[in-house]
Each structure stands twice: as C-alpha cells, then as structure tokens.
C-alpha cells in the first residue's frame, strides 16, 4: 500500500505530464484561471521602474530540502521572471531570501536574466540577500521589513513559505505605501494576507507559478493533470463520505 | 491572467471580459486579447509571453512592412494612440477606458461635471462593430509578415507608416489599379479582406453616387430649386471657411451636416452615423447662448439664398443667427428634403464645382476647417480607393479631433454635446484615442476658442457627409487623377492637385517644388528663393516684417498673416491626426505639447517623397529634426490662431469666388490678403485695407475670449466684424460662376508655378524663435482659463494624490494613456534597429500605465498614512488597555470554571500516558517568538512526561529550537537526551525517521554526527515523538517526513493558530493528539493536575478571554467605522 | 545579578521594538537589525560547531574508511557551492544545488503523497481519529471538494478572451469560495489569539519580572 | 553543454535514488544521500550568513562616515561579528556557553516582542478589510473571526447563561471542525497536488531551477 499507491500515483502522474506536454507541443492548450497575483506581477516591474523605484521579492523561508522546496521551486520561477523583466532595465529586484539553499539559486537566476537582457550593471551587490535561517520567522520578517523600509521599493512580492509572521511584512509595506501580493503554501500566512491585498496565490495558485509565467507546455500539461487529479480525488472522497454514509 | 477591467464610473476592477461593472452596472470596456504568434491562444492583453506556449507575443519582427522610416522617428506614442496601429506586441488594453482617464484629467481642470459624460465614452466605442472586428482579426493579418498588402487591407492601421505605405503603394501600382478599382466589383470582393465598416463605406458609397451629384448644384444659386441643396450643400463648403468663427456658425453647420448624415445613415457605416447625434445635442447649446429674438429674425433670413446667407455668416452672428433657427427649425424638415435635392439631375459644371472651393482651401488663412472640408471634397472623388476614403475619414477626424481639443473650456450645455459629439467620434474613429487628443489639446488651448471648435467639429463631421455625398464625381476618370494626386500627397492635397497636370507633364519639376515646398518648412531654402517669382519676392519681404511684428505681439495683422502660411500646414491632415494623438502620450499635458508637432514633421516630409520620388525619401529624413523644430509650433499655433483669422479669410473667400476666373485672386485671397491684393485688381485691394480696419476689433475680441471667456463677447467683436464683409463679398458671390476656373484650373500649370513661388517665401517667414513665441500665447491664455471658467478651480480634478512615480504626492497627475506603442525590430532596410532590451522597456511601460488605471495597492487606495497612524495608535492604546485591565483582573470572565478538555488534548494525554517509561522524542520547532504560548505547552508535556517516568530526547531544526529546548530542560531531575539540530529540514527528518522506531536498526550516527549508543538505543525505543511548533511547516515535515515512515505516534502541542492546521492531521489519525494553545493547556492541567508551575499560564489564561473579547469589540466597531468612512475610490 | 541584567536588556530591547507602535522609527529598525545580526550569526556559528565540525570529526575518526571516502562527495559539492561566489566557477555550484533540488523533490513528492494525500483522503473512509458521524462527514467531504475545485486552473477562452470554469464546477466554486474565506476568518481569529496569548506574556512577564525587582 | 548536463544529470540521478530508497525503505542509500544533502544545506546556511555579512559590510563601507541608512548596516554586522566571535570563544572554551546568553537576553525577548507585535498588526489590517473592499467574502472573513474570537473568550464566561455559551460553543465547533477543518484539508491536498507534479517535473529534468 505505502509502496504500491505512490509508485502508481508518480508514474502516472509522469506519463501523463510527459504525453500532456507532447500534446500541448503541437496544439493549443487550455485556458488558465486568471488569477489575481499573476496579473498584478507583471505591471509591478514596469511601475517600479517608472517610478525609479525597485521591486522587492521575498522567496520564503522554505529550503530546498523541505517539505515546501516545490514552494520554493514555484517562487523561483516568480523571481525568474520579474529578474528578466527588471534585469532589461537595468533594475533587478531586490531579493530575500529566509534559506541558505535558495540564496545561490536566486543569484544564479538573477545573474542569469542579466546576461540575458545584456544588463550593462548586471546584478549590484546587495540585491540578493540572505535575512535569517529558515528557523528564525520573526527575524526573517523583521529583516525583510527592513529591506522594505530602507530602499524605495514600489511593490513588494512575497512568494514562498511564510508563517504567521507574514503580517509584520505586510504592516510595513502597507504603511510604506507598498504593492503588495502574497502567496504562500501555509494557510496562516494566507490568513494574514487576506485582509492586506487581493492578490493572493493560494498555495496551490502559488505552486502553478511556472505555468503561469513561462507557459512551457509540460507546465501547462502538469496543471492539466493536476486538475484530472483533483477531480479524481474529488470523486474518491465523495464516495469514500458517501459509502460511509450508506454503510451506516 | 488578465488585467482587471477597471469600472469607468466607480473605478471597479472587475473581473476581465464582464460587460457591465459589478459595482455601479456600467457597461465596462472591452478588454483586447492577443493570439498567440505559435498557438493562436486569445492572450490577455497584459500579457507578453503567451499563456499557453510561453511564446513572445512581442514579436521580435513584427510584420510591419518597414519601409516606413518615420515611423521610428516618431514617438512611439505616435501609434499609441490609433487603436488600429496595434502590433502583435501591442498588448494594451483597448484604450477606451483610458482615453477616459485622460478627458476625465483634461476636463476636470474645466469643469468635474463632465465626468458621467465622459464616463459614457468608452462604451460606445466598445459598441462599434468595427472595434470588435479590429481586435478579433488583429493578428490574424499582422502576423502573415510576408503579406505586402495587408496594411491595405487592414485599413485600422491608418498611422504614419500605414499612410506611407498607402501612398507609396498607389505609386507603385495602385494608380494603375485605381481607375479599374472603381468600376471594379472586386473592390467589394477585395472588400472582403477589409473590415466590416470599411466595406460598407465601400458599398455606402457606390450606393451614394446618383444623390451624391447633388454637390454640384451649387454653382447654379439662381435656380429656386436648389435652394434647398444649396442651403445643405453651400453651407456645407461655406460654412467651413468661416466655420472658425463663433458658436453661432456651428448652428448651420449642425443642420447641414445632420441632414446629409442622416439621409446617408442607412449606407453609410455606423460610425459614420454616429456623427449625427452630437449635432443634434448642439443646436441646444445655442438656444442657451443666443436670444430668441435672433432665432425669429432668421425666418425671413431662411428665403435668401443659401450662398447669400452663407457670405452672412462669416460677418454678423446676427446674420448667422438665423442659421441658427434654420438649423433648429429645419433639421428636421431637411431631412425629409434632402432626398429630393439628392435626386437633383447633376450637370458638368456643377461637376466641377466641388473642386471650387479646392483653391479658395488651399490658401485659406489658416481654416483648417475650411482647408478640410475642400480635401474631403476631392477625396470625395476617389472614395473607391480604400486608402483614400481611410485617410479621408482620417482627415475628418483628425479635424474634429482639433475643434473638440478646446471642448473642454466651452461652458456647460457646450461640454455635454462636446462630449455626447466626441463619443460618437470615439466610436466612429477606428483610432478612439482622438477624445485623449482632443483633452490633452484643451489643456493648453485657448478657451475663447470653444466656439470656433464647436464649429470645427460640426465642419468635421460636415466633411464626412460631403465625403459621402460626393462619390459619383469619382466616377469621373479627371476627378480620379486628381484624388489620386491628393492620395499620393495626402497632407497637401489641394495645391498638388492643382499641381496635377505640370505633376505628369513634368515630374522633376514638381519634386523641385515639393522639395522647394519641404525646405520652406524646414527653413529659408535655396529652392524656394529660385522658385519664388518678383512679385512673391516682395510679398516674402513684406511677411517677414509682419512676422517680426508678430514676434513683439499678436498684431491683427500678423494674426492675419498666421493662418495663410499655417494653413499649409493645416492641409497635412492625416498627419495632424498622429501629431494629436503623439500629443497624448506623455503624462505632462506639458510635454504632451511638445511632443505633439513632433509626428506632424514626417508627414510633410513623406507626403512630400510620396509624390516626388521614394528615393528622396532617405534624405528628406535627414532634415527631419529641423522639420521638428521648426514645424511644431506651426501646428500649435495654428489651432488656437484659426480663429482670429477668419474675418480676413470670409473675404478672401468671396473674392475668390468672385474672380475664380483667374489663378492669382485665389492664391492672393485664399493665401496671404495683403501681398496677394498686391498681385491683384483693385477689388482685392480694397479688401486688403479692409482687412486692417476689421482685425483690430477682432483681436480685441481674441482678449476679451481670453480674459473672460464669456460667449457674451463674441458677438460683439463679431457684429464689428460684420460690418465690413457683408457688402463687400456678397455681391462677387452672386456673381460666382465656379466652373468657370474648374475647367481652367485643370490645364493651367502657371498657377502652380505661382504657388511654388509663394509657398518657397512662406516658410522663411517665421524662424523658429518668433514660433516658440507663439506657441507661448496659449499658455497665458491658459492661465486665464481655470479663474474664468464657471469659477470652478482646479478642484474638479482628481485629487488623488500620485502615490508613485516621479510626480508622487502631486494631486490631479493626468493619468498616462495606457497603451504604449511598441518599437518593433525592423528590416535592416531602415536605420534604426530596436533592441529586444528595447522592446521589454515598452512593454514593460505598457505594462506600467496599464497598472495605473488599476487602483493601486489596496490600501493606499483609500487610507493615508496620516490618518492611518492616529488609528494604530488608537488602537494600540486600547489595547494595551484592555490587556492591562485582564492582568489585573485575571478570570474576570473565566471565572473559576475550569475549561473543558478538548477530546484532541486528551488523545495527547494518552499518548503520553501510552508512551510512559519510554522514551519520548521531544521536537522544539518553536523560536522564543512562539515561547508565549508553546513554553507553557513545552513545560506541561516535560512535566507529564517526567512524571511517567519517560526518558526525554530533545531535538530539533533549528538553533534557535535547539537553545530553546535546553533553556526549559534545564530544571528537568532526569537530563534529557539531546541529539541537537536536524540540519537539512524534511531530509534531516527522514534521516531522524530511519533511525525512529521499532523497525529501524541501529543509528551510529544521525546526519554524520556520531551518537553515543545510549542514544542509539534510545532512538531506536521512541514511543511517542512531540513535535512543538507554531510553524505549519515544522509540523508538516514532521507529519508527513516522521509519521507517515517511522510507525511511531506522533503528538503535536501547537499554538492556537495552527490548531486548525493540525486538526486534520489529527483527524486522518497522523496525529495521536495535540494540545491547541493556552486554554488547552490549562484545561489539561486542571483535568489532570501537573507538577510544573502553571500559574502563569493560568494568568494568562484568565487574561486572554477579556483580551480576545476587547479585541473582538475593536475589531467589530473598527470595523464598521471604517467601513462607513470609507473613501470612495479616487476618480 | 546575571538575570537582571538579561531581564534589563530584554526589557529595553522590547521597548525598541514597540516603539513602532508610535510609528516608523529608527530605534526600532536599530532593533530589528540586532535581531537579523544576532539570530544569522547564532544560526550560523551553531550550525558550524554542532552540525558541520561534527561530521569533519567523525571523518576524522578513521579518514580512509569507504563511508568517510564517500563524504568526500558532499565536501566536494560543498567547496563548489562556496565557489559559486566566484562567477566563473558559479555553474560548478549548480551540481551541489542540484544534488539539493533532486533529493528534496524526492522528499518531497514521498512526504507529500504518503503524509497528506494518501491520509486525508482516507480519513473520509472513517479512518483516524475524532471522525466525525457520517453526514457530518458527508459534509465535510462536500466541502472539502468544493475548496479543492476552486482551484481548478484548466478551462477555455469564450470569444472575448474571459477564462470560462468548467460549467459542472460553477456551483462548487460558490461553496468552495465561502469555505475558503471562513477558513481563512476561522485562521486569522486563531493567530490573532495567539498573538494576544504572546502580547500578554510579554507585558505580565515584565511587569512580574520589573515588579519583583522593586524593593 | 557540460555545463548544463551535468547539473541536470546529478539531479535526475539523486533525486530518482532517493526516491526509489524511500519508496522501498532502501535506508542505506537514502541516508548516504541524505547526510550529504542535509551537510549542503547546512553548508548553504552558512553562505547565507556569509551574504548577510558582506551585504551589509558593503553598505556600512559604502558612505561614511557611518550613520542613517549604513547605521543599521553597521549594528548588524557589530552584532553578527560579536555573537561569531562568542561563538569561537565559546568553541576554545575560552567563554562558558555565552552564546546561549545571548540567545536569552539578545535574541529571545527580541523575537518575542516582535511576535507580540503582531496583535495590533492583525487587527489594524482585519479593522481596515472593509475599508478596503466590503465584499461577501471580506465580510464572511470578518464575521468568523470575530465568532471566533468571541466564543473563545466567552465560552467558558459565567457572564453568558449556559445555554447560550453551549449554543456558542456548538457553532464554533461546527465552524472548527466542519468547515474549518474542510477547506485547510482542501487547501492541503491542493498543496499536496501541486507539489506533486512539480516535483516530478523536477525529477523529470522538465524543471531546472539550478540551471538554465
């Protein structure tokens, strides 16, 4: 059971992310939900530039040898795209990190986007920057409250896994006059975002990054066959309640 | 994905694609969305890679045929503000909405009333079939990048460079394919590839010809018949030439062009239709302006013929008036009319009669309206070319597109048909940005103007009526060549096709010309001294003085000088249209100035190319920056000086009419009335010293309208004005035989030469400097404008404060129109290559003013810091307070009844009582942030577990666990087992995992580290693991890392807030128990006592529910206080 | 003594913090910043000597031993992360970051499939604890597939470019919406007590502690 | 190409090892692997003090004389440098367990009152929630909460008649462990679900963050 039901969930859900993206190769694929977090990330850039102001993104306290690495996975591909945006410009965002396995990552990708827009300042020192242990939340948020209040940041994106402490950020960039938007895979930090801004990924929307920002067809194709698993789980605990029900 | 569609009533975003706004149900504008290049997936429009392939929507070549240079050399807002010019890359929103934003800044600095009006601006565009259209097949035809022909058949590309092309390609081969266009059924066939609109235009027209030969019954006055089609068809023509005049004018104006319009209706496309309704809302605004004595008066004036009350208007408002009554009274009646005139048999020299006023345009003092209204009438001739009808609505528009600018300063009833009128142009104009113009313009335009622009646009949309009158004249091959002339010139039509014949008799010497033609622009050329002839020579002396004195101050007679060079300039209509629209694009209405003349300066050149040689092209674009310096205020000037030049011009009209026998009248009156009476008989010669006499009144006029811009004044400076012309250019009229010089005006290629002449000494006349100084006048005129205005300050303007950008904290910033055209890399045939950095800038910008009209961050949206302070201050007093007041009185609310045992808190204490004698794996994920709570937690559990006797070992992720765990096992008798931190999160667990539990062999060492064989054992034994956390992730790892592998309970004490967290790990049995927070704790202890001190979690305890109901309390009244004070969202 | 001066310490470093209350201020960023420094610096200087340093030791113990062989491995990767600093060997980093990203995907997708999915989708079967009677469970069922539905991302584009939900899923997604906003009342409620729970050990700790200090 | 493939090798092969140890219980692969992942990761929390250290070095060298903005910087890297250097002294035994020391005095109380900070954070924001937007769903958030809130403190008050605090306290079980409970385990099992397809895609090599 503990052998058999993961060996037959990986290697389908592989198989069909494989075919799915085939597929999705060749033709057109679906349509994706707008979401509010994605729309709002793109004109961040364009805005933070125009004001001279930069942007700040926050990857999240999760390592990439946790529970929540796929997070911090998701988050990368946030940051990828706001760097190749902001790299073109020659404002690479600013960015924190609460991992010391996200850091190297994160310079790479910015590193890597200011090759690619042939960025003439390339990445200034200081613009990736470790705050504290993934262990330290409140450290971490009070590091990252910090960066928010000392430089002039215009929006401040904070994708990844954050706790409750999510709301100390969130009450600096409010009262800094900051743009916001949030997405974390922990509901107490969503808790918290709720009432600061509308653009929320709920972790899941958050884990759909990749698709949303670079549209690769196997990100596309996973999204599908996350949706065939969802409907399949959907099913199965319908009937699971259901028999209950029956079988009294 | 995509961008929020913002409400233009209440600012709503709301969720894209809906119709109607979900706040206020106003109907929303419709968002753009961009097939992808790869996958043809609809794209949102903010988007710039595609949701589906991840392709660059931006294409990197974008299909744009490239030979167009200017295109570069224009702001890349050129294109930003004509809808159609959108590439593939041009993922903005369809502007209408922000078009709003700008009329909603330019008029709030008028008046804020307008904004309901405004508001209803955008959906009517959205409304226009051909919009939908546009949108749909946008990539469709952009994309095919090797398709040469697409730009013509994809006529919403009117811009610069579509233009261009246009031009080049009529004189590539569309000249040949013109003539068998028109009799050619293909054309609607090739229709097919044109939008919808387009092809009805096509079929409009072809429908249109029998009524369309009604135009030429005009020269034949005498004939009671025609009054009728005169009244339509003169004031049509006439109306245009004085048109600048006053408010009065517009009345005829309105009727005409409403009676053609609606009697085309039916053909014609909507957006053609669309013109009429403002006219109607027009004539109110008269009612409330003039008396009603003057409406009575026009009945008797209603009997004279059409062409007399025509030669009135220009002189009295009290002649005009009538035109107003008439336009009342018979706006209906007409209508019904209309069909029989448009029955009228037409004869040869009525033919020939709509190139008339072709001269007396050509070299009007600075009407552009007047200018306007004679190209539309040879466009007239060659609608079946598509291009040409495009660039003639083009030209209609772009004329409107001036009137309306000023809109914004007229008064009230003005503003509403204004905007009700800019609407209908929004909607028609495949570009809907021209109200953004036209705003942007009335921030610096002189609001005396308002009148002269009402009328402007009356004559505007009187061209188009022309335009759709007077197809069948096309059918004529002559009238053919010369649309094509005007086609391939396009800005300056008039002259060129007087030029028409020397063009195809000798083609260098019209490229002399033309270029003589473009130096003059740019500057004194040597060309233009050659071309100039003896008399012009003087004539060029005596400009220059008159422009020196213009440069001390606007003397009437320099006022009067201005518009006749002007009016050249005037001529470059399609052009004038870019110029506009470029004028929106920077967010400064200032900056909005200067750049917009910049686009104005290609056309000239272009048109000029087009119709000299394509190769001059390159090195006409040499001159290019000159042309910008020089031609700008030019054009600026121009619209604010039309006004002031229309008494010289009524004149000038008339004897032109008069003598239209001969070339030199008309380039004397149309152009410069002194030098030209100079050239000419006596007649004219009076005229010229009446001119005189009759300007200075009008300029005081001009200061009256800018001091106070009452519509009281005008009509006085207007009755002296009256005076003078009524006698003098009424008789010439009546005496008018048009066809006459037509047939004349064809062969002659001497007049031509005359022109080149006065156009080569024109330009010299005015150096840059005395330009610059004229472009000064509006803005004092301006200064006056927001005080005169209704008295309404500035207040009206939006007052959100610009939270970002460069212009933060300034109030009332004109939001930035939000689409930003995107430089596309071209064919290495042009000299300008765009970067891909380049090309992420502007999309990156649109992305930026697309943001913009979305309210910013939602908290900024309404509160201000200020404000914002005092409240958490207040709050933190308050609840300070109330926590002061719970420590002090504890239980105040709990009382001594104990709390009842959550069942997860008594699964935990089983499974510790489960667990006693074994070991017991304690997890500290918690820093001291969360000791507050989880040290209670901690110290219970320790104490139970000591108490069972347990063997404890301590772990966890982090130092900070690590130094926590030891601070609380420090008073522990029994020295708990520490193995220190788990590097690596959920792997460093796994690693714990393999080494937990019964089934795990032995762990010599955890993670590289050594351990001892008493702790070996002792992690091999575990009977129960305790994670302590408040992080969902610690917990998580420990559930689905520890748990679900080593088959070794698991119990969690968490904080209350990720109690619900746990809660379904406790469900699906993952977890045995967990104790949620301090009144979980303190429930325990009371049901099962514990030898660890919980007196001050009882404290607390007993301090909490007071708290968490004072802050209940707060957050509920708070709440509804600031919910009832909540700012609506700023305009 | 020791404890006085710690509870002093603690005492002011507090008032640092709270002084944001009264607004943005430098003292309380001075504050922050200590914080950021101290908790690095501790994480650090802990991690070197309780974690790192340990396993060189253990190395140490008998250096030529197959399984000490093979840590040279992860001390290889480990040397290139370092190097990373030094552009031209930053791609040598990425096999380290990649060893990383492998495993904990591995770790990852095994945690996630056999500690959630698995588990919470048989609990519905009236697996585990406190489950609750069967139509209370019935309902929660609903209401967990409602919530799991509206994140459904896949649909189709109507003409107008608006993403459109799979039409069986639109009355779910009503449900799902309301649940999901409950869930997050229900959460912001419970770190709200908490945060009250922590506000009030702050103050009653100083004030017993400051208390007690009086003669 | 190297450059790219090996990268992506060393991650395909890792990651399906660990998989397959994990899948089977293989532990003597599993935990090679894993000490070495969990040595690198304590590795990079080194280099991330590091980076903190020369960010803010940097800053503090940058525009002297110190004061306003490289202040800050300044505190912090005095206040990394002297808990290394406790930490070294407390490493040869020169100090006696100072860095705990500083952990309780330093560290702890600040971590906490920032912690606690957090009350009036929250209810500022759920105070200004419908200023910014009074919506269904805004207005649903703020009602549970407050129930929440309210019950909690008034459950087991003897202000409240029995009666009614039962009542409260079966809504707010309801509430908790229905539909509370429902949609954390809906937002779970979505998490879950995303992480499980965008794990496979790293194990696939689809995804490479640590390289382009």
Known sequence: MTVLVPLVVIAAVAVFIVLGSRRLAQREGPALRPLAGYTALKGQVGRAIESASKLHISLGRASLTGTASPTSVAALAVLQRLAEDGCANNTPPITTVGDGTLLPLAENNLRQAAEDAKSTVGIPPGTVRFIASRTDPFAYAGGVASVIQQQKILGNVMVGHFGQELAIVAEVAGRNQVQQTIGSDDPLALAVAVPVTDNIMIGEELLAAPAYLQGKPHQIASLQVQDILRILLSLTILGLAVYRVVAG | MTVKTICQECHTPNPPGSKFCSNCGARLPKSTSILCPRCQTPNPSSNFYCD?????????????????????????????????????????????????????????????????????????????????????DLPAWLLDSDNEEFLIEAPEDITTEHFLNMIQQIDDDERKKLSGMLSDPAITGKGGKLPDWLQDFVQSVEEEKPPASQPKAQPAPALPDYDEAENGNDLDWLTDLDSLDTDVLAQPVDSQSSTPGANISDDIPDWLDELEPPNTQMLSRPATLEDEVEDEEFLPDESVPDWLMAENLPNTDRLSEPRLGSAVGEASAEEEEYPDWLISPPDTSELELPAEPAPVDRFAAADAASQKSVTDWLVGFDDEDEEEGEEEIEDVYDLAVEDTAVSPAADETVHKSLTDWLKELDTGEPATEEPADNSELAAWLDAGDEEADTDFSETAKKETDWFASLESPSADEEAYEESLSFGQTGPLPDWLDELEPADEAQPPADQTFMSGMLDDLLGPSEPAETAASADTAVEEDDTFAEDDEFSEAVSPLNVNEEPDWLSELAAFDPNDLVTQETAVSPPPPDEGELFAAEPAAPEPEIAATAVAADEETDEEWADLDEILTGVD?????????????????????????????????????????????SMRPEETGQQDSLLPSVLPPEK????????????????????????????????????????????????????????????????????????????????WIQNLKPTALSGQPAANVDFRLETTGPLAGMPGVIKVEPIVAMPRSISPAAQFTITKEQQQQASLLRQLVQEEQQPLSSDQATTTPKGRQGLRFLLALLLLAAVGLALFAPGGLTGSQPASVPPAAAAMNAAINAAAGQPVLVAFEYTPAMAGELDHEARLLLSQLQDNGSQIITTSQSAAGTAVANSLTQSLTNPPIAIGMLAGEAIGLRQLANCVGDSSQLCRTLQGRGLDSNTQTALQNVALIIVLTGERASLINWVEQVGATAHTPLAAGVTQSLSPVAAPYYGSGQLQGYLDGLPAVVALSDAYGSSADMTQAKLQYGAQSLVQLAAALLLVVGALVMATTRKKPAA | MNDTTGLLIGFVLTLLIYSYLIGDNPIYRLAVHILVGVSAAYAAAYVLRQVILPVFAQLMLNPFSLESLLWLVPVLLALLLILQRLSRFAWLGDNALALLVGVGAAVALMGAITGTLLPQVLTFGGQGNAVPGPIEGLIAAALTVCTLLTFHFTGKRNEEGEWIRPFWQRGFVQVGQAVLMITFGALFAGVLSTSLVLLTERISYYFTQLTLLLP | MFRRGLPLTIAILFGVLTLISLLFAISEIGNLILEWASFLAAIALLLGAINLFSVHAQRMAANRPVGGQNLYSAVLVISMVIVFGLGLTDLLDITNNSMALVFAWVQAPLEAALASLLAFFLLLSGIRLLQRQRTVSSILFLVTAVLILLSNALIVSPLLPSGVSTLLQQLRDFIQNIIVTSGVRGILLGIALGAITLSIRLLLGLERPYTK
């Open chain 2, 700 to 779: 005081e006029g001009l200061y009256d309208i800018a001091d106070s811009l009452a519509d009281a004044d005008l009509p006085d400076w207007l009755q002296d004005t009256d005076v003078v012309q009524p006698e003098k250019t009424a008789v010439p009229l009546a005496s008018a035989e048009l066809p006459g010089w037509i047939d004349t005006d064809s062969e002659i290629g001497e007049p031509s030469s005359e022109l080149e002449s006065i156009l080569a000494e024109l330009p010299p006349a005015l150096p840059p400097e005395e330009m610059l100084l004229k472009a000064e006048i509006p803005e």
């Open chain 2, 633 to 677: 205020e030019e054009e600026e000037i121009a619209d604010w000086l039309e006004q002031l030049s229309i008494p010289a011009e009524i004149p000038s009209d008339a004897s032109l009419l008069q003598e239209n026998e001969t070339e030199k009248p008309l380039i004397s009156t149309g152009e410069l009335p002194e030098w030209i009476a």
């Open chain 2, 52 to 136: 589906k392939c991840g392709s660059r929507l931006i294409k990197e070549e974008a299909p744009q045929p490239s030979e167009t240079p200017p295109e570069e050399d224009l702001p890349t807002s050129a294109k930003m503000f004509s809808l159609p010019t959108r590439k593939p890359g041009d993922t903005g929103e369809l502007n209408a909405d922000n078009v709003m934003e700008w009329l909603k800044s330019g008029q709030g600095q008028f008046e804020g009333s307008d904004q309901p009006e405004t508001g209803k601006l955008p959906r009517l565009s959205d409304l226009t079939p051909e919009q939908r259209g546009k949108t749909a």
